[in-house]
C-alpha cells in the first residue's frame, strides 16, 4: 500500500471509526458484527476514494455504506431488523454523533455516571456494567422489579440532563 | 422513536460504564487492506473472476473516457488470433508421437488452475461464501457524499467486466513481524504469593516458523506483537473506584478508553509494555509485585534489569523493598533506580523531585536513603538533604495502600496444604460479602485453622499479618506463624472479636513474639513457613477464617 493512501486511510479510520462502530451497534449488529462491518466500510470506501467536504457529510457517507453493509447481511443470514425504523433512528443517530462519532457526548455522560450516588449508581452497576436483568438486579437491590423499571427511568433521565447541560 | 431513543441511551450508557466499547480496529483494517492490495495483484486482471483495482492515486477512474465498443472490436480480432494458434498447434501435437496424451494434459491443466487459483483461495472466508454476492462487484454502493447530513445512496454504475485496470506497480504490503522478544527475564512469581498467578508471557514462537493461512481474513488481520506485562490493576482497586478512575491506551496515538472493557485475569487488569495509564491516586503493582501509587500519567516498559516506567505527568509512589527486579522510573531522559526501596517522584518541567521513603534509591549515579530527596536535572543531581516534616504529608503518602505481599482465600486450598481445619462453602450471605465464597474452618474447644505457604515466606519490613475470621464459643485466640530456622513459632495472643460476627485482625508482624521466651520479634529477613489461628473455648465452639494476607506498610520514620 503506498504511504500516502496508508496514511489516507488510517486517518479516515481513526476519525470515523468509533462513529460507524456505534452506529453499527445501534441499529442491530452484535459487537464481533460491528468490528467486522466496521472494516468492510471502511475497506470499500477505501476502494472506491470520495472528496471529503467536511466530517459530518464524511460521518454521513460512512453511516450509509455501512448501513447498506448491515443489510446485506441481514438478508444473507435472513434475519429481521431489530430497529424498526431505521431512517429515524439513522436521523436521531447523526444527532447524537454530531461531527464527532458521539465521543462528546460519550466523554459527557461518563462525567455524569462518575457522578452519580447512592442507588442510582447501584443500579448503573448492576443493570448496565454486569448486565442483570431487571429482575435479577431488583433481588440484588432488594427492589421490586417495577421499582427498578422506575429508577433507571429516572437515572436515564437525570443522565439525559446532564449532558446536555455539559454539551451546552 | 422512544424506543430508538431508549435504545441509543441504554447503549450509550453501557460504553460509558465500558461494558461495551468501540475498539481500535485501525491496525486491523490497514493490515486488511494491504492485503486486499496483495490479493488483487495476483487475480486475473479480465474476465468473469476480474477483481476492480482497489488503488488509485486520484479518486478519478481511468477507464471511463474509453468507449466499450473499441474493445468490443478488438476483442473479436484477438480471438480469431488466439483461435488460429490454438488450432495450428494442436495440429502439430497431434502429429508430434511425443505429444503427452489426453489424460496428461488434462492432468497438467488440472494442477495449472490449481496452482493459480491458491492464492485467492487463501482469502476466501466463510462470511464471504454466506453472502449472495461479492460486495466488491455487486454491492450498491452510496456515491461521493455532499455536504449535507445524510446523502441518499445512488447505485455506482456496473463496471464492465472486460474493462479492467492494468495492474500498476506498487510497493510490497509491509507484512507485520512480530516483535523480538524482550530479553528481560520475566519477574517470577513471589514465594509468598501461592494463589497468585505468575505473569504469562505469551509462547515463544521458533525462529523461521511460519503463520498458517487461516480461513477468514477478516480475523487474520496482524499477528499480535509479542507483549510483556508489566503491571496489574488488583480487583478491590478497580472494583473500589467503578468508573473512570483508570484510564488506559495502548499508545500515545491511541484514544483513552476505561479499564473496565479491558479483560480480567484471575481479577486482575493486566497492563502491558508500552500502555499507557493515567489515574488520580490509583494503585497498582508491577509484575514484580512492587506497589505503585500513581496521581498522573505514565507509560510501561521493560528494561534490561527489571522495569522501566516512564513518568509522563504528575506524581508516583512506589514500594519496590525486597521485589525481585528494579524499578526504573524515567522521564524525559533522567532515570531514578528504585532497588530495594520506596520513594516519592514527581516530575515538574524536565526534573525529578526525588524522596527517599524506605530503603535507598539511586540517580545521576548517587544514592539517596531513606529520609533524604534530592532533585534531577539533566544538569545532575542537586545536593542531597533531609526531608522535612511537610514532604511526610505527600498526599501520595498520607494515602498509602498497603502493599500485598500474598494472601489466602482458600479457593482453591493452600497449595502448600492444610495442616487443620478443612475447606468449606459458604454463601455470600453467610459471609457478609458480594460473592459465595470457601472458608477454612474447624470445630471443638482447640479448634485450629493452619496451614502450609506455598514455600517458605521471608518477612519484610513493615510487615503485617491480616486475617478475616469469626468464631463461635471461644475464649481466647492465638495467631502464630512458624519458623523452620528456630524450631518456634512467633504469635500474641488475641482476644476473640464478636461472638459470630466477621471480624478483621490486623497485626504487626514485629507485635508478635517467640512463643517460647515471649521476648524477641521476628526480624526482617525472618522465614516463616506457615500460619495458624487457634482458639480454647467451649467444647462446640467453632472457627472460620475467611482469608488470610500478608501486606507491607512502608514504616516512615517521621
Redesign the interface.
Known sequence: MATDHRQELEELVRAHQRGVWRYLRYIGAGNAEADDLTQETFLTVWKQPFEQYDQKATAAYLRQVAKNKFLMLLRAQKRRPEVNDLDAATQLFSEFARDDGGDAHMLALTGCIEALQGKAKQVVRIYYYEGHSRASAATEMQMTEEGIKTLLRRVKDALRECVERKLK | ?N??????????????????T?????E???A???K??LDDAVTPISGRHAV?R??????RRMTSPIARKNWQGAGVVTAFALLFVVGLIAFILLNDPSAPTEQDTAETQEKTDQDRNQPRQRFETP?KK???SS??SN???????????????ES?PDKPEDVVDQPEP??P?EEPQPEPRDTVKEPEPEPEQPKEEPVKPEPEQPKGAVEQPKDDD?TEVKPEPKKVAVAYIPEDAWRKY???RYSVRRSA?D?WN?I?GLEKEMGRIWLYEGWQLKTGTGELYFSNGALLQLDGEVEFHTHTRGLRIELIDDDLYVDNVASSSTVFVTHEGLEVEVGNGAAVIESSSGKLGIFCVDGQVSAGGKLIAAGHKASLSNRGLSSINEVTRRDWSHPLLTGARLRQLGIEDFDPAPLGGMISGKIETRTAEQLGLDDDGHVAVDNGGSASVAFRFDGDHETLRGEKVRVRYRVKGAKKLILQMFCPARNDNFGTDIVPGKEGEWNVLEIALSDLRNRETHKDAPPPGTVLSSFALALTGQDDAQIEVDWVELVREAEFEK
Open positions: 422513536m424506543d430508538e431513543r431508549d435504545r441509543l441511551e441504554d447503549l450509550n450508557i453501557e460504553e460509558a460504564v465500558g461494558r461495551s468501540p475498539p481500535d480496529l485501525a486491523r483494517i490497514l486488511a487492506a494491504g486486499r492490495e476492480p482497489t488503488h488509485r492515486p486520484t479518486g462470511t454466506r453472502e449472495p460486495p466488491d454491492e450498491e454502493q452510496p456515491t461521493q457524499p455532499a455536504p449535507t447530513d445524510e446523502p441518499e445512496p455506482e506498487r510497493a504490503v477478516k467503578e468508573f473512570g496515538s484514544e476505561s473496565h
